[in-house]
């Protein structure tokens, strides 16, 4: 859908990849349209307005994937960008496939047959020949990365995607495909609440690294990143092997809170190669996409305990009990300290504090409303001072697991 002629300039473009498309610097994440969020507020008319209010104003960036209401958030995104597609990235994944919608429990599926069926049913639901950027959603235990991705690269020869990226994953993995097939894009959780892809370097590291070259993994041979890839693909090592790769709604089907298979890409994502996940993507020329930007509403400072109906993953979730809004206040908090001192809203300093890590990130928050998804895009001209990127900083990580 993308046209690498496209025209369109928007103010602060990043590119998404070495010699990627040019696209604004905040997209628009769609998967609450379908998934995971209340079904009460669900509105395919109202979300089809809010997407085309998107292209409207700039956005370039649409984020989606199968996953997602099991197709159904692809085909939304389809009906909603038809006949529009010049000048936006559709970015859609595979990997993950829906066993019971009602429960939304899921498994992993890398298989190279797999993702080229979950690559045509794609192709068929977003209505495109080519897929702009199509994302590996999680790395399969039971599958060598390198085969995953090696048959995503085979659909890139084809002519069916145009470009390739990873989700959730280390600085090893992300080395190890890279050498097999270039890597457009990262998309991994980060925010203020979330910082596991800095690793342990303290916000604003990995722009300065920028000049001392690739980091240990990324300057690997060909040969020794594939045998990462066969090492790191479970998930770093011998731990990813005990998970279980179906999960339900964020649990593991054996009740185990987070998943344990997204619990060991959690853990790792930036534990190895150098410590930062963001510093590879920026010594390599790939563009990072941080999912859940806002914490999943969180960091808007709008939400509280007890709101959430079921069916909404934010009910079951550890960061959003009683006790883990009482022991995250401060985070919250100090975001609106900042927020009311240049007359923002707590979403756009947050968004604001994302975009100054680095000139490859493009975060996509989510939302169903067109007033949201205005206050979000205003984040891109909001400028913190150095002294308040410094007090977000040193926020602690939020208390609770992800999943």
Same mark, same amino acid.
């Given at each position: 859908?993308?046209?690498?002629?496209?025209?369109?300039?928007?103010?602060?473009?990043?590119?998404?990849?070495?010699?990627?498309?040019?696209?604004?610097?905040?997209?628009?994440?769609?998967?609450?349209?379908?998934?995971?969020?209340?079904?009460?507020?669900?509105?395919?008319?109202?979300?089809?307005?809010?997407?085309?209010?998107?292209?409207?104003?700039?956005?370039?960036?649409?984020?989606?994937?199968?996953?997602?209401?099991?197709?159904?958030?692809?085909?939304?995104?389809?009906?909603?960008?038809?006949?529009?597609?010049?000048?936006?990235?559709?970015?859609?994944?595979?990997?993950?496939?829906?066993?019971?919608?009602?429960?939304?429990?899921?498994?992993?599926?890398?298989?190279?047959?797999? *993702?080229?069926?979950?690559?045509?049913?794609?192709?068929?639901?977003?209505?495109?020949?080519?897929?702009?950027?199509?994302?590996?959603?999680?790395?399969?235990?039971?599958?060598?990365?390198?085969?995953?991705?090696?048959?995503?690269?085979?659909?890139?020869?084809?002519?069916? *995607?145009?470009?390739?990226?990873?989700?959730?994953?280390?600085?090893?993995?992300?080395?190890?495909?890279?050498?097999?097939?270039?890597?457009?894009?990262?998309?991994?959780?980060?925010?203020?609440?979330?910082?596991?892809?800095?690793?342990?370097?303290?916000?604003?590291?990995?722009?300065?690294?920028?000049?001392?070259?690739?980091?240990?993994?990324?300057?690997?041979?060909?040969?020794?990143?594939?045998?990462?890839?066969?090492?790191?693909?479970?998930?770093?090592?011998?731990?990813?092997?005990?998970?279980? =790769?179906?999960?339900?709604?964020?649990?593991?089907?054996?009740?185990?809170?987070?998943?344990?298979?997204?619990?060991?890409?959690?853990?790792?994502?930036?534990?190895?190669?150098?410590?930062?996940?963001?510093?590879?993507?920026?010594?390599?020329?790939?563009?990072?996409?941080?999912?859940?930007?806002?914490?999943?509403?969180?960091?808007?400072?709008?939400?509280?305990?007890?709101?959430?109906?079921?069916?909404?993953?934010?009910?079951?979730?550890?960061?959003?009990?009683?006790?883990?809004?009482?022991?995250?206040?401060?985070?919250?908090?100090?975001?609106?300290?900042?927020?009311?001192?240049?007359?923002?809203?707590?979403?756009?300093?947050?968004?604001?504090? *994302?975009?100054? *890590?680095?000139?490859?990130?493009?975060?996509?928050?989510?939302?169903?409303?067109?007033?949201?998804?205005?206050?979000?895009?205003?984040?891109?001209?909001?400028?913190?001072?150095?002294?308040?990127?410094?007090?977000?900083? =040193?926020?602690?990580?939020?208390?609770?697991?992800?999943?």
């Amino acid at each position: 859908m993308d046209s690498m002629e496209n025209t369109r300039k928007p103010d602060g473009a990043r590119e998404l990849g070495a010699a990627g498309p040019r696209v604004a610097p905040i997209g628009l994440g769609c998967m609450g349209m379908s998934w995971i969020y209340a079904e009460s507020g669900r509105d395919d008319a109202e979300s089809v307005r809010v997407i085309r209010k998107a292209l409207d104003s700039g956005v370039g960036l649409l984020d989606t994937a199968a996953l997602y209401g099991d197709g159904h958030n692809e085909w939304l995104i389809g009906r909603a960008v038809a006949g529009r597609q010049d000048g936006v990235v559709v970015a859609t994944k595979g990997g993950l496939v829906v066993d019971d919608l009602a429960t939304k429990s899921i498994h992993r599926d890398g298989r190279p047959e797999a *993702l080229r069926r979950h690559v045509e049913g794609s192709l068929e639901r977003l209505g495109v020949e080519r897929i702009d950027l199509y994302y590996l959603h999680r790395v399969d235990p039971d599958v060598p990365l390198e085969e995953s991705w090696g048959a995503l690269a085979e659909l890139v020869a084809e002519g069916k *995607l145009a470009r390739i990226g990873l989700s959730e994953v280390t600085a090893a993995q992300a080395a190890a495909a890279h050498a097999v097939h270039p890597v457009a894009a990262i998309q991994s959780e980060l925010s203020v609440w979330t910082r596991d892809p800095l690793g342990g370097e303290a916000p604003g590291d990995a722009g300065a690294r920028i000049g001392a070259g690739s980091s240990s993994a990324g300057t690997s041979g060909a040969a020794g990143a594939k045998a990462t890839a066969h090492k790191a693909a479970d998930g770093n090592g011998a731990a990813g092997k005990a998970t279980d =790769r179906k999960v339900t709604a964020g649990k593991s089907t054996a009740g185990n809170g987070a998943g344990e298979a997204e619990k060991s890409i959690a853990a790792g994502a930036g534990a190895e190669a150098g410590g930062s996940l963001l510093a590879w993507t920026l010594a390599n020329g790939v563009a990072f996409v941080p999912f859940a930007p806002l914490g999943r509403g969180y960091l808007t400072g709008t939400l509280a305990p007890g709101m959430f109906e079921s069916g909404d993953i934010r009910s079951v979730n550890p960061r959003f009990t009683a006790e883990a809004f009482e022991r995250n206040r401060a985070i919250g908090e100090e975001i609106a300290r900042i927020a009311e001192a240049h007359g923002a809203t707590s979403a756009q300093v947050s968004l604001a504090w *994302l975009l100054g *890590l680095a000139d490859n990130v493009i975060p996509i928050p989510g939302t169903r409303s067109g007033k949201h998804l205005a206050e979000n895009l205003e984040a891109a001209s909001l400028r913190l001072s150095d002294a308040e990127r410094e007090r977000l900083n =040193r926020l602690p990580q939020a208390y609770g697991s992800r999943y």
